[in-house]
């Protein structure tokens, strides 16, 4: 997609997109659409509310359709106002098979919101709308995409070309996270991540190290191990090292990378088993984080860190009642092996910690059904301890859209995952099943962390929809991608 900037309205488009206020004048346009518009007003067939849709053909006007979106009340206009009426508008166009629209969209936005922000959110939600999942589809169920936006801008100024070309990039870096995470399970093994990985660090200034099975062993990875013994594809730990910052230490960035989860032996049921391939959306968001990153030329030291393997039932997979041994020497009861996430994650950072020195680590997972229950699919979960690391993720958060909220991390909830034959247990051995359960897997993790200031992130609501949304697809969304990006660049 193509975002141009005009200093009225582009008329070689399909469409033109008014965008206007509850209580605001539209009578200027032109003559024949406001008469189309006082009749709908007046027979109640359209009103100005947020995100109401009028479509017409004002013959004096150049265009296909002249649509009219409603903002609602002016004080209500928010950012995220802002992008879900932006996904609104490329979905009403696509729904008219059209390919191009020009709109007074950035401009009425950028009388109540900031300049830089109005760009941001409207490239990436323009961007983020118009993706779709079609390699798989035949031609006459493909969508056309929107080729060409343009954005009415009376003034020129820096920051908002500045803010179209990031928010271009951002979302970019976003959809090439869906198309990760979309993608069959058959196809997106270990292997294919570590093909993308490479293929990603050799276009950018990036430099990669991966990690096989026998350096492992070698290692003494045996959560790790553990988890994709059961598998026919070999597992891979990947390290990515962008360097924007000169001599500071590292940001890691831990994403987990199950490409099929299917439960092992303790196998998931029917209905919970079927997305599992976008158990690696964790793994997804890093390797978009990193393209977003190098593209936007950040100045920070980030590395990215992906365990990745299938969690699968065989005759060599691993049981109920094993017990292995992490890097980091701790013994672990496999009490339930579809808690395979943090079992990876456990090794990965702990090694990484240990190899890489990392200030900071975010670990980014699919980790929970809990999560999910808690807080559904608006937004992701965040815990930890570090109130100032937790603060600026939140914030990125709410500035991008891509939602956090925190849940607690009491003394209380320390000793839920004690071992009674182990160090410690997958799953927790106080209180009823699933207890607390977002909680009590981050328990888990901290305890493979040593020094690094260190938080943790559950997407298993946020990284894949059942539906769409505003300008979300049904499918991989591409999660963590803009809030790291946000995050890093308020650093
Ligand atoms: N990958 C799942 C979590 C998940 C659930 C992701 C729904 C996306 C959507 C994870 O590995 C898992 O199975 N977690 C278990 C943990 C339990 C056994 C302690 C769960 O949530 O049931
Ligand atoms: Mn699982
Ligand atoms: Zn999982």
Same mark, same amino acid.
């Given at each position: ?16 997109? #008014? ?97 830089? /922000? ?18 798989? #589809? ?17 003034? +020129? ?39 993308? %990985?490479?293929? #990603?660090?050799? +276009? ?7 990690? /096989? ?8 990875? $045996? ?24 001599? /500071? ?91 395979? $996430?943090?079992?990876?994650?456990? /090794? ?26 808690? @807080?559904?699919?608006?937004?992701? $979960? ?10 600026? @993720? ?39 099943? $699933? ?6 897997? %981050? ?49």
């Amino acid at each position: 997609m193509k975002i141009i900037t005009n200093s009225g309205f582009d008329s070689k488009v399909d469409a033109l997109v #008014l965008t206007i206020f509850e209580n605001e004048s539209y009578k200027s346009y032109s003559k024949e659409l406001a008469t189309d518009l006082d009749n709908a007003i007046k027979q109640e067939r359209f009103s100005l509310k947020f995100q109401e849709v009028f479509i017409t053909k004002a013959q004096d006007l150049p265009y296909e359709r002249t649509i009219i979106i409603g903002l609602g009340k002016k004080d209500e206009f928010t950012t995220e106002r802002l992008r879900k009426v932006t996904g609104k508008i490329v979905k009403t166009i696509k729904a008219q098979k059209l390919t191009s629209f020009s709109t007074n969209l950035a401009h009425v936005a950028a009388t109540i919101l900031r300049e830089q /922000d109005v760009a941001l959110a409207i490239s990436e939600s323009l961007i983020l709308a118009n993706y779709h999942f079609n390699k798989y #589809l035949g031609k006459e169920k493909r969508t056309r995409p929107i080729e060409t936006v343009s954005l009415q801008w009376t003034t +020129s100024s820096p920051s908002f070309d500045e803010g179209l070309r990031t928010g271009t990039i951002i979302a970019e870096s976003t959809n090439f996270v869906k198309d990760l995470v979309n993608e069959p399970a058959s196809v997106m093994t270990p292997t294919e991540i570590e093909k993308i %990985a490479r293929t #990603l660090a050799s +276009s950018k200034k990036i430099k990669i190290r991966v990690m /096989d099975r026998d350096e492992m062993k070698k290692e003494g990875l $045996g959560a790790l191990l553990g988890v994709a013994q059961g598998s026919a594809q070999p597992p891979k730990l990947i390290f990515l090292e962008y360097k924007g910052g000169s001599s /500071d230490p590292f940001i890691a960035i831990v994403g987990k990378g199950i490409t099929f989860d299917s439960g092992g032996y303790n196998l998931k049921p029917t209905g919970y088993m079927e997305d599992m391939k976008c158990d690696m959306a964790g793994a997804g968001a890093v390797l978009g984080t990193l393209k977003a990153a190098s593209e936007l030329k950040i100045k920070v030291n980030i590395i990215g860190v992906i365990p990745t393997c299938e969690n699968m039932v065989s005759g060599i997979a691993q049981r109920p009642g094993d017990i292995v041994r992490a890097y980091n020497g701790k013994t672990i009861e496999i009490t339930n092996t579809d808690a395979e $996430g943090r079992l990876i994650l456990a /090794d990965a950072i702990s090694y990484t910690e240990a190899k890489y020195k990392p200030s900071i680590i975010i670990d980014l997972a699919t980790l929970t059904g809990a999560c999910v229950v808690a @807080l559904g699919v608006v937004c992701a $979960g965040i815990i930890g301890k570090d109130e100032s690391l937790i603060h600026s @993720l939140i914030d990125a958060g709410e500035k991008s859209g891509d939602r956090l909220w925190r849940l607690p991390f009491f003394d209380d909830y320390q000793d839920y995952m004690d071992g009674s034959l182990s160090d410690l247990r997958n799953t927790a051995g106080k209180g009823k099943p $699933g207890e607390a359960g977002a909680i009590t897997g %981050a328990v888990f993790i901290s305890k493979f962390v040593e020094k690094a200031r260190w938080v943790h992130i559950d997407i298993a609501g946020t990284a894949h929809l059942n539906e769409p949304n505003s300008y979300n697809q049904k499918g991989g969304t591409g999660s963590g991608v803009r809030l790291l990006s946000y995050y890093f660049m308020n650093l």
